[in-house]
């Protein structure tokens, strides 16, 4: 920025100069020299790397008498310059929306000398409202942080009085429109209906976005839906800056529908070619706030960002004791790979608000360049995703993050006035992917990056997770807004997505299991087996130890772990009599040692899991059969056991079909048993864990559990369609 700023001096396109104040680089700053570039003006900066001197908080307080000065002294060369035009903009909430040509073409179909944007509102003085003339049409009172004219009509108007640098700017120039004589001698008007200014402040309802779709390669236009125009500078004055900020995701050209986001692409900083030792220097830090379903692979997906991990300072905050022995696994296995680790337990009874506040100080203290925050809910499924926000090189930027299937994302499109979620227009277009890019937001949680620049730039004090009863995500969002910092979301690539926490109940022994319904996604990839795929391969011919009893893969280890867990952690096995209490009758004929899923609360988890997994593999067996969703009653786990109950005698099941999961391993956990298929004289005793047999329930199947000499032997059993 500053190279461009030297480069430029006072080089202006023919008739025109154009002037804005900052005094610094902000979030707005760039995106106004961003939207400037890509119309070809070149804009004198005014004010640039000093102290601000135009009064304190002039966003709610009157100020910004020093851009009147500034502007003064730097028309000085110019003030015999009869045919010149001056074009005056505020730097930080503005975007060009054409070139110089159109607008000065516009300015001169006025016929005024000097052209003032206007507003709704009658401020910093609504006591002079009455002295205002009434226009036909439009928004009827002054502001100054746009307008044009002639160099020595604008010159008289900026020396009518001495000005203190700290007086209101906009009370300056309103004195000026409101002094009959002046306004008249200077052909002195407003742009009452916004043909070329538009101020958005009390009319952020009456502007849209627009394109011309019989264009080849449209563009979205701002129109203003009251007056019909279509304008070509942009305003976000006083508190309309998020709706600036909306519109700025497409205007300039920002986006364009057949292009994609274009303004993505600005800043952007390659770090493929960097050594692990030239990476930009990153405070990684985790929050463990609410317990949460798969933390196991959230936590094992952050190791694996491949980002070297010596240039990464870790900081964990667990502020949930269930969650101490995941964090602690991965402490011991990982935590000596980075570069530095400090934890948080939920032993040290921290709260999340002063451990978010806490992160930043040490991020600071290790002299990070960015800070990297990721709470438990966020799955970073793309390795890349640390590498590819860094390289985008915003204040702070997130990766869009969704829960699968549903509307939750990390991020609000729009914000009620009291601060809450509010629906954008391109809410779901973003959440469904359907438009990629780079999205200036108002609110982000779950997963972020910080440029460090931006903590140096502030003490505690105004970039903190505290404010009033908020959550510490809505505090910090708020307290960056004020600085006017913006939060952008990025989807250009899709980087993982949200767990949900909200049904996780950590009361349950295996809580994890109980996700099938609200974690779907994550649910399968960690208890369905990796080859259950293969089941449907047309090129392989399914497996079948005994005629038509056919043997899948369908479930993980893990699953075989958790469900024994579960059961043997509610303990209360049947006692293997023909009374039996849980069944309708009251009576079983050929009882097992069995727990029913009901009774440990997992039945309607059994039966999705029959429906989603178990159904389409009967359905590719055994053709022509279909019976969606599957019955079942009776859904159990047996467990055989010399001294217990070690076989069962031969049996047919009241079944359509029986399917029964091995969920231990022969010669390992146990020896012996097995099931042996009568009629067939064929036995099946080498079952793998996790594989399914599945058989028909009845007349041909009369089968039988064998022994089990050693150890215990656990199956799940279901009776399909009885
Ligand atoms: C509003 C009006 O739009 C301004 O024309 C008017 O000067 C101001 O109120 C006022 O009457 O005091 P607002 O949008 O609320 O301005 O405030 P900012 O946009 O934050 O500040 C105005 C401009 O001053 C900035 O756009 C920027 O050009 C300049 N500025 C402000 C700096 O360069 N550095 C600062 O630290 C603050």
Redesign the pocket.
């Known amino acids: 920025l500053l190279s461009y700023l030297t480069s430029i001096s006072s080089k202006q396109i023919d008739d025109i100069l154009v002037y804005?104040?900052?005094?610094s680089e902000t979030d707005g700053f760039k995106r106004y020299l961003e939207s400037a570039a890509e119309y070809n003006i070149q804009p004198t900066v005014l004010?640039w790397g000093q102290e601000?001197k135009?009064g304190e908080d002039?966003?709610h307080r009157?100020?910004?008498g020093w851009?009147v000065n500034l502007l003064k002294e730097a028309l000085q060369p110019y003030k015999d310059d009869k045919d010149r035009l001056v074009l005056f903009t505020?730097?930080?909430?503005v975007m060009f929306l054409s070139n110089l040509r159109t607008i000065t073409d516009e300015f001169k179909k006025t016929e005024a000398r000097v052209l003032f944007g206007a507003e709704s509102a009658c401020w910093?003085d609504e006591t002079l409202t009455s002295l205002y003339p009434v226009p036909k049409q439009g928004k009827r009172f002054l502001?100054?942080?746009l307008y044009i004219g002639y160099i020595p009509e604008i010159l008289e108007l900026l020396n009518r009085k001495p000005l203190v640098d700290t007086d209101?700017?906009?009370l300056f120039f309103t004195q000026a429109y409101l002094d009959e004589k002046m306004r008249s001698q200077l052909k002195f008007k407003l742009d009452h209906t916004s043909q070329i200014f538009q101020n958005l402040n009390g009319a952020i309802n009456e502007v849209e976005l627009f394109t011309e779709n019989e264009k080849e390669n449209p563009e979205l236009h701002l129109q203003n839906a009251v007056t019909h125009t279509r304008p070509l500078i942009v305003?976000g004055?006083?508190p309309s800056k998020l709706k600036l900020n909306a519109l700025g995701n497409y205007l300039a050209r920002a986006w364009m529908p057949n292009q994609g986001c274009r303004h993505c692409k600005r800043g952007h900083i390659d770090l493929q070619k960097k050594t692990a030792s030239e990476m930009p220097l990153v405070y990684l830090a985790l929050f463990i706030e609410q317990a949460s379903p798969f933390l196991e692979e959230q936590l094992q997906k952050v190791y694996d960002l491949e980002y070297p991990k010596k240039r990464i300072h870790l900081f964990i905050h667990n502020g949930v004791k269930y969650h101490t022995p995941h964090v602690a696994d991965f402490v011991e296995k990982y935590g000596k790979a980075y570069l530095s680790l400090k934890q948080i337990t939920a032993e040290d009874g921290i709260s999340e608000w002063s451990a978010r506040d806490l992160s930043l100080d040490q991020c600071l203290l290790k002299e990070c360049e960015l800070y990297f925050s990721v709470d438990s809910v966020s799955h970073l499924d793309n390795p890349h995703t640390l590498r590819l926000l860094a390289e985008q090189n915003r204040t702070v930027v997130a990766p869009l993050l969704v829960r699968p299937g549903k509307a939750w994302s990390n991020f609000w499109g729009a914000l009620t006035t009291d601060g809450f979620y509010a629906r954008s227009h391109d809410y779901m277009d973003i959440v469904h992917s359907d438009k990629r890019g780079l999205w200036n937001v108002p609110f982000l949680s779950n997963c972020y990056l910080i440029n460090a620049t931006l903590l140096r730039q502030y003490d505690r004090a105004k970039l903190n997770h505290v404010r009033g009863n908020l959550d510490a995500d809505m505090a910090f969002c708020a307290n960056l807004r004020d600085l006017d910092v913006f939060l952008f979301v990025s989807n250009r690539v899709d980087f993982g997505h949200l767990v949900n926490p909200e049904s996780y109940d950590i009361t349950r022994s295996t809580p994890d299991m109980y996700q099938i319904f609200d974690n779907e996604r994550d649910w399968e990839e960690r208890y369905i087996h990796s080859d259950y795929p293969e089941n449907f391969n047309p090129d392989k011919k399914p497996l079948q130890p005994c005629p038509d009893v056919y043997w899948s893969p369908i479930v993980t280890k893990r699953f075989c772990k958790d469900l024994i867990q579960m059961m043997e952690n509610f303990g209360k096995w049947s006692d293997g009599k023909n009374q039996d209490d849980r069944l309708t009758g009251g009576y079983e004929a050929v009882p097992t040692r069995d727990i029913h899923m009901n009774q440990v609360g997992w039945e309607p988890h059994w039966l999705l899991f029959l429906q989603r997994y178990v159904r389409p593999i009967q359905e590719h067996i055994f053709t022509g059969y279909f019976h969606d969703p599957p019955r079942s009653l009776m859904n159990f786990v047996v467990r055989y056991k010399p001294g217990e109950q070690p076989s069962l005698r031969p049996h047919h099941d009241s079944s359509t079909y029986t399917i029964n999961i091995a969920l231990n391993e022969v010669g390992q956990d146990y020896e012996g048993g097995g099931c042996r298929f009568i009629r067939y004289n064929c036995s099946v005793t080498d079952t793998k864990e996790g594989w399914m047999l599945m058989h028909p329930g009845r007349l041909t199947h009369y089968h039988e559990g064998l022994l089990v000499t050693k150890g215990v032997r656990y199956i799940m059993i279901a009776f399909v369609d009885p």
């Open positions: 804005t104040v900052a005094t004010g601000w135009g002039i966003r009157a100020g910004g851009k505020d730097g930080y909430d910093p502001n100054s942080g209101d700017d906009q305003h004055n006083g």
